[in-house]
């Protein structure tokens, strides 16, 4: 009864309880903002902005090599999770975040951070698992990709296998016609670093990235840690606005007034304007990575902000919510979606190839599926992150799920499904796709008695004294009565005996009286069978 809901969740159990629904009005320093925002946001208002870049690959391809090569300075020790490079005078920010897990954890918590995706692929190892998991991570985040193909100092190194391999990922890289930038590099001589970072100033100009530093300022937290001597701290990138010292800010379920600011080179600094990161001092508690940061005006309204917000200690509030299977079908049938978006994993690389293959030749003309990422192997974490940050269905095929990410998906709220036959699949797919995906109704027994005689009733009723062998009989449920194996009734009990009393219940081994609804016809040795129906898993 406690739990929070959003307005879409909310309408689809209103209607279909025949009640009708509307928003709320905003809160007055809510209103004020909207009121505000076009002004703010008008186009003489408006100033270039760094890109924000993220590194993704497959373990051991170079990202951190990358990375560290392209750092202006090398100190360890003021590692903020995000630093700063510039490229002929133009800054570009790079989140060091640990891979494309910590990527997408952060947008499967409503934030859209970053502007660029660099997929960094060793010459001589090729596209491997993490490499397709980081290239379906930056397509679901619909951020342009910026090829690195490293270790070119390597004897093996072979960039057009590499770029073979893209294209069979729907990664056309310019040399091959397509439209994606792709540049060799090598992170330990520094072979073509200095390409990459031009090409990155080049994507980040053509997608004219702005933003109004003239206003309140709005951001995300990167990652956040506590330390003994100055309290929490964390890693934020301004996306919006400026943020200065003194500023009451709120973060998720968290507030604080800013009491110090350093840059990514340990300096002290007084304002951060968009795009750009600083660790910051002055938080309450901690926020967790992917929060959304704002700036308020008072007190008050930071109270206002987190009381919708509150959390319980571990738990992780989502911005985003996946969808089953089931609300997938309602969507389609009132209109509202155009793309089933699933997540598929199988027991091995064929199984996959006919199941797309399958798929792709479903046709609807309202909506068409959309496959995001496959694996081989049992569902993981990082499979439940990737579809509540795409609003997608996980469909496994012959394979189970981890422990932890059966827990995560629970709390997320993403479904997996699990197939063993691909015809049922492929069947449920496509009646979703049409909005007519129904359930699947098991009967389950309840309970059985043996009719052994029968006693007149008022008003020519007659009562069926039984004796229960199976289960519980139940007054009021759902009944049918079989005579030598054959079904000759189906009723519910009106009324339900012992005795004289009227009683809820009775449990194999007792005697009762049954009287059925519009039935009178028993004979001795008749079964009533009581029994339910239940929506099962298909």
Not at 1 to 17: E, G
Not at 80 to 95: H, R
């Amino acid at each position: 009864m406690n739990q929070v809901i959003d307005y879409q969740v909310a309408t689809l159990v209103t209607t279909a309880l025949g009640i009708r629904t509307s928003i709320a009005p905003e809160p007055a320093a809510a209103a004020s903002r909207t009121a505000t925002a076009s002004q703010e946001e008008a186009e003489e208002n408006l100033v270039s902005r760094p890109p924000v870049v993220v590194v993704l690959g497959h373990v051991d391809h170079g990202k951190t090599s990358l990375l560290d090569y392209i750092k202006s300075s090398r100190v360890a020790d003021r590692e903020i999770g995000a630093y700063q490079v510039e490229v002929d005078g133009n800054p570009i920010t790079f989140l060091d975040t640990p891979g494309h897990a910590a990527f997408t954890a952060i947008r499967a918590r409503g934030a859209r951070v970053t502007d660029i995706a660099v997929l960094v692929v060793a010459a001589d190892d090729g596209i491997m698992p993490q490499t397709l998991e980081a290239i379906n991570h930056a397509k679901a985040a619909e951020v342009p990709i910026v090829v690195a193909i490293n270790k070119m100092d390597l004897p093996g190194a072979d960039p057009e296998r590499v770029k073979r391999q893209l294209s069979e990922n729907e990664l056309l890289v310019e040399d091959w016609g397509g439209d994606i930038v792709s540049v060799n590099v090598s992170a330990r001589t520094g072979e073509g670093i200095n390409d990459l970072l031009e090409n990155l100033e080049l994507v980040a100009e053509i997608a004219e990235l702005k933003a109004n530093p003239d206003k309140q300022a709005s951001g995300v937290v990167i990652e956040a840690k506590l330390d003994r001597k100055r309290g929490p701290s964390a890693t934020i990138l301004v996306t919006d606005g400026t943020l200065s010292v003194g500023d009451l800010i709120v973060a998720g379920a968290v507030s604080g007034r800013v009491r110090a600011m350093v840059d990514d080179k340990g300096k002290a600094v007084f304002s951060v304007t968009p795009g750009t990161p600083a660790e910051i001092l002055g938080f309450g508690a901690l926020p967790e990575a992917g929060d959304q940061l704002t700036v308020v005006a008072n007190e008050r309204e930071a109270r206002t902000l987190i009381g919708g917000r509150d959390r319980a200690p571990g738990s992780r509030p989502l911005q985003s919510r996946a969808l089953s299977l089931d609300e997938v079908v309602k969507q389609v049938d009132i209109g509202d979606i155009k793309e089933m978006t699933l997540v598929l994993k199988a027991d091995v690389q064929g199984s996959l190839e006919a199941i797309r293959h399958s798929l792709g030749r479903l046709v609807d003309e309202d909506a068409k599926v959309r496959v995001l990422h496959t694996g081989v192997g049992a569902v993981t974490e990082s499979d439940v992150l990737l579809a509540s940050a795409s609003e997608a269905v996980i469909i496994s095929f012959s394979v189970g799920s981890e422990p932890s990410a059966e827990r995560l998906s629970d709390r997320m709220g993403v479904e997996i499904r699990n197939y063993e036959i691909i015809y049922q699949l492929i069947d449920d797919i496509e009646l979703a796709l049409h909005g007519m995906l129904e359930p699947t109704m098991t009967e389950v027994i309840v309970g059985r008695a043996e009719i052994r005689e029968l006693f007149g009733g008022r008003r020519g009723v007659q009562i069926a004294g039984c004796r229960v062998t199976e289960g519980r009989i139940v007054r009021n449920g759902t009944v049918r009565v079989t005579r030598e194996g054959a079904n000759i009734a189906q009723s519910t009990i009106s009324s339900l005996r012992h005795f004289r009393d009227e009683v809820n219940e009775m449990n194999a081994g007792t005697e009762c009286g049954i009287i059925l609804q519009g039935f009178n016809d028993y004979k001795a040795g008749d079964i009533v069978e009581v029994y339910r129906q239940e929506r099962a898993r298909r």
